[in-house]
């Protein structure tokens, strides 16, 4: 049986958003809280290493890890910063401008794929609230509206990823029989995997293409191909050693093979 967490109580109300779409001032203040742990940006990063070895990732997409997300909401300015985002499409920052935020329709595509590694016992990765400074549930659900909400508990190896639904709310998805996620946007199954990586051992998020292939980390690359180096030797000995048995056998009957 799928283990699940616990799905948020939606919290009923009739407030009306006015959102608009506006590039974050170079004078704001973001929010320069300390990261939760250890594993969210490790995770992050492992998440993006594998897509950017596959030659996933190009010039024109943002993907990004504890980034802020803005828009501005009845008239006050919301920023969230999801553990990792995806975004297919950003238009090209200005010559020498370094991106500290991303404002969806501003800059570019809404987000396609939000991601939050748990971590807080209160369950902001669940909230709901709907009044300012909103939780992060309703922030992507209803505000940004992000077709894709996942959310991973690494110490348990709980997967879940909700998909935004025609009446515009959160449903949860059922994995496929090999316990993966199909992420459309991506063209790729996302998943959990089991294993060591950078002196952490435990649950990932791993990448999967269509046709089931792990997207390899670089030091499993190196393996790779360190194994298919190791087996080219030994065929290339295998036949050398045919070839001296062969030569050994025509010397037997009387036959040079330096000479055939």
Same mark, same amino acid.
């Given at each position: 049986m799928t283990k699940t967490l616990s799905k948020p109580v939606e919290t009923k109300t009739k407030t009306k958003y006015i959102i608009t779409w506006e590039k974050?001032?170079?004078?704001?203040?973001? !929010? +320069?809280?300390?990261?939760?742990n250890i594993d969210q940006p490790l995770l992050a990063a492992?998440? =993006?290493? &594998?897509?950017?070895?596959?030659g996933f990732i190009l010039a024109s997409m943002l993907i990004a890890s504890n980034f802020g997300l803005c828009a501005k909401v009845n008239d006050k300015t919301i920023v969230k910063? !999801? +553990?990792w985002v995806y975004v297919p499409s950003v238009l090209p920052a200005e010559s020498g401008?370094? =991106?500290? &935020?991303?404002?969806?329709?501003?800059e570019g595509e809404?987000?396609?794929?939000?991601?939050?590694?748990?971590?807080?016992?209160?369950?902001?990765?669940?909230?709901?609230?709907?009044?300012? !400074?909103?939780?992060?549930?309703?922030f992507?659900?209803?505000?940004?509206?992000?077709?894709v909400y996942v959310i991973f508990e690494p110490k348990l190896g709980i997967l879940e990823v909700y998909r935004l639904s025609e009446?515009?709310?959160?449903?949860?998805?059922?994995?496929?029989?090999?316990?993966?996620?199909?992420?459309?946007?991506?063209?790729?199954?996302?998943?959990?995997?089991?294993?060591?990586?950078?002196?952490?051992?435990?649950?990932?998020?791993?990448?999967?293409?269509?046709?089931?292939n792990l997207l390899l980390w670089g030091v499993e690359r190196v393996q790779q191909e360190q194994q298919r180096?190791?087996?080219?030797?030994?065929?290339?000995?295998?036949e050398q050693q045919r070839a001296d048995r062969l030569a050994e056998y025509l010397r037997s009957q009387g036959i040079n093979p330096d000479e055939i």
């Open positions: 974050l001032p170079e004078d704001f203040k973001l !929010p +320069d809280d300390p990261v939760e492992a998440l =993006r290493e &594998s897509l950017e070895l596959a910063a !999801p +553990d401008e370094i =991106r500290r &935020s991303y404002t969806p329709n501003a809404v987000p396609a794929v939000v991601m939050e590694f748990l971590s807080d016992p209160d369950g902001s990765e669940y909230s709901t609230k709907p009044t300012y !400074p909103y939780g992060k549930w309703r992507y659900e209803r505000i940004l509206q992000v077709p009446s515009g709310e959160y449903e949860l998805q059922q994995p496929d029989a090999n316990q993966r996620f199909w992420i459309e946007s991506m063209n790729l199954f996302l998943g959990v995997w089991e294993g060591e990586k950078s002196q952490r051992r435990g649950y990932w998020l791993r990448w999967w293409d269509e046709n089931g180096a190791e087996q080219e030797q030994q065929r290339a000995e295998q």
